[in-house]
């Protein structure tokens, strides 16, 4: 049997997701379905999808291994396309101090924050992040995650932004998820530099994108636009220079104030605006307009109650939204998808059909991946999620429940119903 050969046959609902750019405002509710479905993958690449039986009429099954789908839902693999899934140490005891009640001032004070995981990271060796990374990994792919974006930004010095990346390049290699690399090192103001933000853009310009695109460690830029942090200004240097240099852009930005940080995320034709809790009117239209894929992070509002992303808005103003996780050590430490989805159809107001289309087909295109992953189309990845269930509508329905049974990564089984690595 040849690696990456498989056959899956007889779907009770083969959810295609099928396109090759990210669907906008209401077409993110086309699924594209097949009943009794079949899909092909030869030699990691998808080659036939359709009816079962027409399928099968085309194809000797000698070579491939045969996965019977009967009564089962099966979808393109999830892409998880924002993430901070390497950091030293954690804040678990910050967790309850939150859940007390303690303010945000008085738990810098007691050294929380996200400089306590600066400190951590900057502290940690790559063996022991590399480690905890690939745990980590292994855990969203029994959620159905086949993709993952990973950015920097716990370093905040060039040493330890370098050595972040390093340790996601080195788990790529090794680990069956594709990683996609992200450099953040503008994502907090270290005290080194407190008052000085306009000099720390100079120097991440001058001395560590470089290096970034030298070793080729990251992909994609990245930069916390927010009051308090780095302005629209500031923003718009270091955007400019990567792209310059080559790098593909990201944004945090209207998190927290409506700073109109959409607004450069389509100035500067960044490839997503992400969490966008306050993002404009103007900044939804100008993201639509430039095809900018407007990422949403719900667990990150729901872990710090605060209010979600205006969904049902942007879909409404012809955006492309995507979903991720935001799973990192301090707003949002969770990597659910299932967590995801629920808050996603009962509490932004999207469809079951429009979150299947915000965590395949859109979550590749955050990542200028959209015509290699996100959908089971002939020509792309075999990255395939068998659910335990016969419909799509289990994903939401069985509330925070996690309905995944098989992963498929490049046409091999990866993860079985136990939710172990397959050797």
């Known amino acids: 049997m040849a690696e990456g050969n498989i056959i899956i046959q007889n779907a009770a609902q083969l959810v295609t997701c099928s396109g090759s750019e990210a669907k906008k405002g209401l077409q993110m ?6 009943e009794n479905g079949a899909i092909v993958i030869e030699d990691g690449v998808i080659t036939q999808v359709g009816k079962t039986d027409e399928v099968l009429k085309t194809v000797n099954v000698d070579g491939f291994q045969v996965i019977d789908a009967l009564g089962k839902a099966v979808l393109p693999g999830f892409v998880d396309s924002h993430t901070h899934f390497v950091f030293g140490g954690d804040r678990s005891e910050e967790f309850s101090w939150r859940l007390k009640g303690v303010d945000y001032m008085e738990i810098m004070e007691r050294g929380g924050g996200i400089l306590s995981t600066v400190k951590a990271t900057r502290n940690e060796t790559e063996k022991v992040l590399y480690e905890k990374g690939f745990k980590c990994l292994t855990s969203m792919l029994s959620f159905g995650v086949t993709t993952v974006e990973g950015k920097s930004g716990y370093g905040l010095d060039t040493e330890t932004e370098l050595k972040q990346l390093r340790v996601m390049k080195k788990i790529n290699e090794h680990h069956p998820m594709d990683v996609i690399t992200t450099y953040m090192g503008a994502h907090a103001v270290p005290p080194e530099y407190k008052g000085q933000e306009g000099r720390m853009i100079e120097d991440i310009i001058k001395e560590v994108l470089p290096l970034v695109k030298k070793e080729g460690l990251a992909e994609f830029c990245d930069v916390f636009t927010e009051k308090n942090v780095f302005s629209i200004e500031q923003s718009r240097k270091l955007l400019m220079a990567a792209a310059v240099m080559g790098f593909k852009l990201k944004m945090h930005a209207d998190e927290i104030v409506p700073l109109g940080g959409a607004e450069l995320a389509a100035e500067v034709s960044a490839v997503s605006a992400d969490h966008l809790l306050q993002v404009s009117e103007k900044g939804m239209k100008a993201l639509a307009d430039k095809n900018v894929v407007a990422t949403l992070l719900p667990g990150t509002a729901f872990s710090l109650k605060a209010s979600y992303a205006p969904a049902r808005e942007l879909i409404n103003a012809g955006c ?26 009962l509490y932004m107001g999207l469809t079951p059909e429009e979150t299947v289309t915000a965590l395949t087909l859109n979550g590749a295109a955050a990542i200028n991946r959209e015509k290699e992953i996100g959908s089971l189309d002939v020509g792309k990845k075999g990255d395939v999620v068998i659910l335990k269930d016969p419909s799509y509508h289990f994903l939401s329905y069985h509330i925070g429940v996690n ?8 046409g091999r089984l990866v993860m079985d119903n136990r939710h172990q690595l397959v050797s």
């Open 403 to 410: 309905t995944v049974e098989q992963v498929i990564k490049n």
């Open 320 to 345: 492309a939204v995507a979903l991720a996780s935001d799973f990192n050590p301090g707003s949002c430490h969770t990597e659910s998808i299932p967590l995801i989805i629920a808050l996603a159809t």
């Open 29 to 34: 509710g086309n699924l594209g379905i097949v």
